[in-house]
């Protein structure tokens, strides 16, 4: 059943929903630039912005200070913000739909707790891959979350036949719990300086990143964004059970296949430059469908602008409200994510017996 927030937006108005959608994305990166403990105004921010992408110089002088910190941190910040705050949202609708159960993301599945398995390895034994060393951080994290789909999946076939949501969350859970054993114990055997290091990753962070943490995640991003759009009439069909979508010539298998290819491309590349960060993939897309329908042709796109959006936000939460101090952003997400989704999954039951 639909809510009333869905009412309000007819097919005729979703486009007024998209423009405003992306005007809170723009509306949130642009705070993200400008607030911080060094004030930099509005026209000096676009001037450095325009005069290092287009080379169009509006201003005569600007103060070297504030072009590093724009340029340097502030903006590769909000950049990356947004990526990995697009890319879980987008894998956390892809699950849901995929699953047709709002509980399902990539960490309850245990998708992320892969990644975070491979990356840990990664930064635990420092080795690089030959001809793409840039690009061994993500490639290893995506491979691991993949592979630990298929053991949740095949957990799944062992137990059960009938793929049932319910047990694809449980073994996600339970494999989750495993890894974060074998995380713990490969921090445990870590020197000082390696356990600093991989436990402030863990809890999540796009602090302390610059262009080459965007550029990292940027092509993932775009393969696994693409992938899952354009399986999104599988989406749908799926949402009517897997025996009807086959009835109207879907080929269900095929689809299901290249969205979670999809969606753990995404996931792997967004642990792997941020580390672990909940809630984005549980939260967003829900809050999504609750104004958009369960059609997956604007809850996707809009999933990933509305994530963004949240990421960044809760980024600047994380480096203000203790300023100088910052907290991690996993931190921000799970006191602001838990309780929306508590809220949410109360009032989506109140309609229910409503109705």
């Not at 290091?197 to 696994?224: A, C, D, N």
Request: glycine share 10%; hydrophobic share 55%.
């Amino acid at each position: 059943m639909r809510s009333l927030f869905t009412l309000k937006f007819s097919k005729s108005k979703i486009g007024w929903l998209y423009i405003l959608c992306g005007g809170v994305a723009l509306g949130t990166a642009l705070l993200g630039l400008i607030m911080s403990s060094v004030h930099v105004s509005i026209d000096t921010i676009s001037h450095i912005i325009l005069d290092k992408t287009l080379h169009i110089n509006l201003l005569n002088e600007v103060p070297k200070n504030e072009e590093m910190i724009i340029w340097n941190i502030r903006l590769p910040r909000v950049l990356l913000a947004f990526c990995v705050g697009a890319s879980l949202g987008l894998a956390g609708a892809a699950f849901q739909g995929l699953l047709r159960n709002p509980l399902a993301d990539p960490y309850t599945i245990g998708v992320s707790s892969g990644a975070s398995l491979g990356a840990v390895f990664v930064l635990f034994f420092q080795f690089s891959i030959v001809g793409i060393e840039n690009f061994t951080l993500p490639i290893v994290a995506v491979i691991t979350g993949f592979l630990t789909l298929f053991i949740v999946f095949g957990l799944v076939r062992l137990s059960s036949r009938s793929l049932a949501v319910e047990t694809i969350i449980l073994a996600g859970i339970i494999v989750s719990a495993f890894i974060g054993a074998i995380v713990s114990l490969i921090i445990s055997l870590s020197d000082r300086d390696a356990m600093t290091q991989i436990i402030y990753w863990l809890y999540g962070s796009v602090g302390m990143r610059g262009w080459s943490h965007v550029k990292l995640i940027v092509p993932f991003m775009l393969v696994g964004s693409f992938i899952i759009i354009y399986y999104y009439r599988e989406l749908n069909a799926l949402a009517l059970g897997e025996d009807a979508a086959d009835h109207i010539g879907v080929n269900v298998k095929k689809g299901k296949m290249f969205i979670l290819i999809g969606a753990s491309i995404l996931t792997g590349a967004a642990v792997a430059v941020s580390g672990s960060i909940g809630f984005v993939g549980l939260v967003i897309p829900h809050l999504v469908r609750l104004v958009t329908g369960p059609n997956h042709r604007h809850v996707l796109p809009l999933s990933m602008l509305v994530g963004g959006a949240f990421l960044i936000l809760a980024d600047l939460v994380s480096r203000t409200i203790i300023a100088p101090e910052e907290l991690p952003i996993g931190v921000i997400t799970a006191l602001i994510g838990a309780p929306v989704f508590a809220l949410l999954l109360t009032k989506e039951r109140m309609l229910r017996r409503g109705s």
